[in-house]
T-cell receptor
Framework: KAGVTQTPRYLIKTRGQQVTLSCSPI?????VSWYQQTPGQGLQFLFE???????NKGNFPGRFSGRQFSNSRSEMNVSTLELGDSALYLC????????????FGEGSRLTVL | AQSVSQHNHHVILSEAASLELGCNYS??????LFWYVQYPGQHLQLLLK??????LVKGIKGFEAEFIKSKFSFNLRKPSVQWSDTAEYFC????????????FGKGTTLSVSS
């Protein structure tokens, strides 16, 4: 069974640009969560989608947004990039919402210059 | 504020030493508790979980954790660590009072020397 796939794996952007990250969950998983991982803050919850609906949102500015498609694939977008947005962005999928049993992808490493 | 706290940022042990990593949470209501592990160069993976029942849960690779409700704690233990246990360990909580999100602690890096 294929795992969670995230693309791109690495990207470099400059301040003010925007970026879109993609996540393909494990087949049959309907919930997709996104996390930002940094050395100082650890894993911070961004948002969770279940059946195309945002179920929960973390404490991030409105520049961070996401969506989920009918095939459960998800994208997140960060607009007007800031230096502090440099991080590893992790996507995780699960069968349902509120299970806590997440399957993580390898992440998309974003560097903002 | 609701949070998950891991007591140690970096733990260094020799092989065969015993391990205990602390985790406390401040969420109320019904909680489900987890430990995740991230080995060098690998993705995060579930180590063990507690939903209900026996507060002592066993996970993969000889790890176990004990849920103490009165102390809001879920500490991870292993009697004898191996070099291959070198990794970053994350405690996580999902609470019915905090929506559907799994909230992580900041992680503890374990370095095991052979």
């Amino acid at each position: 069974k294929a795992g969670v796939t995230q693309t791109p794996r690495y990207l470099i952007k400059t301040r003010g640009q925007q970026v879109t990250l993609s996540c393909s969950p494990i087949s049959g998983h309907r919930s997709v969560s996104w996390y930002q991982q940094t050395p100082g803050q650890g894993l911070q919850f961004l948002f969770e989608y279940f059946s195309e609906t945002q179920r929960n949102k973390g404490n991030f500015p409105g520049r961070f947004s996401g969506r989920q498609f009918s095939n459960s694939r998800s994208e997140m977008n960060v607009s007007t990039l800031e230096l502090g947005d440099s991080a590893l962005y992790l996507c995780a999928s699960s069968l349902g919402s509120f299970t806590g049993e997440l399957f993580f992808g390898e992440g998309s490493r974003l560097t903002v210059l | 504020a609701q949070s998950v706290s891991q007591h140690n940022h970096h733990v260094i042990l020799s092989e065969a030493a015993s391990l205990e990593l602390g985790c406390n949470y401040s969420y109320g209501g019904t909680v489900n508790l987890f430990w995740y592990v991230q080995y060098p160069g690998q993705h995060l993976q579930l180590l063990l979980k507690y939903f209900s029942g026996d507060p002592l849960v066993k996970g993969i690779k000889g790890f176990e954790a004990e849920f103490i409700k009165s102390k809001f704690s879920f500490n991870l233990r292993k009697p004898s660590v191996q070099w291959s246990d070198t990794a970053e360990y994350f405690c996580a909580v999902i609470s019915n009072q905090a929506g559907t999100a799994l909230i992580f602690g900041k992680g503890t890096t374990l370095s095991v020397s052979s």
